[in-house]
């Protein structure tokens, strides 16, 4: 199973142009089962009021998507009333998404500094070997440690209590004909992983706090139910990496008791399509 995760700052280039096709072009030469894009926006003036998740997707044919707006204001016109400029996370997918969730993650209310609502977008798909997987894509607080971590708390308190909520709906119903069981129950799998825009490097405590402690010579301490730094866990060093500004700050995590399924990881470097660049992951699943 592939997975991409491009934080494609609304599709604005390193050369400042709007380019959507540029953007997805450095996507799908990947060939991705899975995308997470973070900075998506709809009806902006400074990306000419476009409705960036169905050009993305029209762009993308084959790929099934689904949208996570967390800053959302009224933006309506005469001619469309009830339009919202939005901004947010989208999850794309080859095969069909089954059932979705968005969930805002705390937010600090700055006096001065930009401080908007962030998020995180979850998706429930199969895998090309037709395996249930959890996918979160988000985006956490640029400002400092003191705004992301409670955002790391929140996405580990989501990530403990999804599968035992279980899918979108479980368990049965006292009156078949009332409607309610049409189709599968959908899965919510144990399996899971984080696409995004973390705003961290692997010196931090919000990463320790994902990932773990470290122990001196004994290394990094991965808890058997928390999740691994698939980079790493592919060979490359903790401070390697430029995924933006010279810093590695965009991830791809996923269940630690997955480890050994985990192929490969690595960086498009030749991306210019945003100030971030793609990482990509292989993970046999």
Request: hydrophobic letters at 35%; one cysteine or more.
């Amino acid at each position: 199973m592939r997975l991409l995760t491009y934080n494609i700052q609304y599709g604005v280039g390193r050369d400042g142009r709007f380019d959507l096709d540029r953007v997805v072009a450095e996507i799908l030469r990947h060939d991705p089962d899975v995308v997470g894009l973070q900075e998506v926006e709809r009806f902006w003036k400074r990306t000419r009021e476009t409705d960036q998740p169905r050009e993305i997707a029209r762009r993308m044919p084959g790929y099934h998507w689904v949208y996570g707006a967390n800053l959302d204001v009224h933006a309506g016109t005469p001619e469309d009333p009830n339009r919202r400029r939005q901004f947010g996370n989208m999850i794309l997918s080859k095969s069909p998404i089954i059932s979705s969730r968005n969930f805002p993650l705390p937010k600090y209310g700055t006096l001065k500094q930009h401080s908007i609502q962030q998020g995180a977008l979850e998706a429930v798909v199969r895998s090309p070997k037709g395996q249930p997987v959890r996918i979160y894509c988000t985006h956490l607080s640029h400002l400092s440690p003191a705004t992301r971590l409670p955002q790391v708390e929140m996405l580990l308190e989501i990530n403990r209590r999804a599968y035992a909520e279980g899918g979108a709906w479980c368990g049965g119903h006292p009156d078949p004909r009332a409607g309610w069981l049409e189709g599968d129950m959908p899965p919510m799998p144990r399996e899971a992983v984080i696409l995004g825009d973390l705003n961290f490097t692997a010196d931090s405590e919000e990463y320790e706090r994902i990932i773990g402690p470290m122990a001196g010579p004994y290394g990094r301490l991965v808890n058997r139910d928390g999740f691994i730094d698939c980079w790493v866990v592919a060979g490359h060093g903790e401070a390697e990496g430029d995924t933006c500004n010279g810093k590695r700050i965009d991830y791809i995590l996923c269940s630690a008791w997955l480890v050994d399924r985990v192929q490969s990881a690595r960086i498009d470097q030749e991306a210019v399509g945003s100030d971030h660049r793609p990482v990509i992951a292989d993970i046999d699943l």
